[in-house]
Nanobody, 124 residues
Framework: QVKLVESGGGLVQSGGSLRLSCAAS????????ISWFRQAPGKEREGVSCSEPGDGDIVYVDSVKGRFTISRDNAKNTVYLQMNNLKPEDTAVYYC?????????????????WGQGTQVTVSS
């Protein structure tokens, strides 16, 4: 079965950096659209970044453009989210999710599999 495991979260000061990892088993990430979502307490889950397979489009939500970078390591079957210049508003649980349709979207109902999430906390 498909399993996605996020890691790399933690507590950082404003302006700091973290790199999140999403390791996959049961599927080859290179064949799937993969996105990062986040959910803060009391708020709905929102899309952060999306990567299409086969060197397709990459999408970022406006609030993270210029600060976050999504990337893949196909040999490790892992996707990363490099987060720089973190802000307190970035505090949330971050999830990776996969979609068999090779087109980016942040409609959460269209995603097939989800990881358990990793907590990111940014202090001011």
């Amino acid at each position: 079965q498909v399993k996605l495991v996020e890691s790399g979260g933690g507590l950082v000061q404003s302006g700091g950096s973290l790199r999140l990892s999403c390791a996959a088993s049961g599927l080859a990430l290179e064949d799937y659209t993969i996105s990062w979502f986040r959910q803060a307490p009391g708020k709905e889950r929102e899309g952060v970044s999306c990567s299409e397979p086969g060197d397709g489009d990459i999408v970022y939500v406006d609030s993270v453009k210029g600060r976050f970078t999504i990337s893949r390591d196909n040999a490790k079957n892992t996707v990363y989210l490099q987060m720089n210049n973190l802000k307190p508003e970035d505090t949330a649980v971050y999830y990776c999710a996969t979609d068999r349709v090779p087109a980016c979207t942040f409609v959460i109902a269209l995603y097939d599999d989800w990881g358990q999430g990793t907590q990111v906390t940014v202090s001011s």
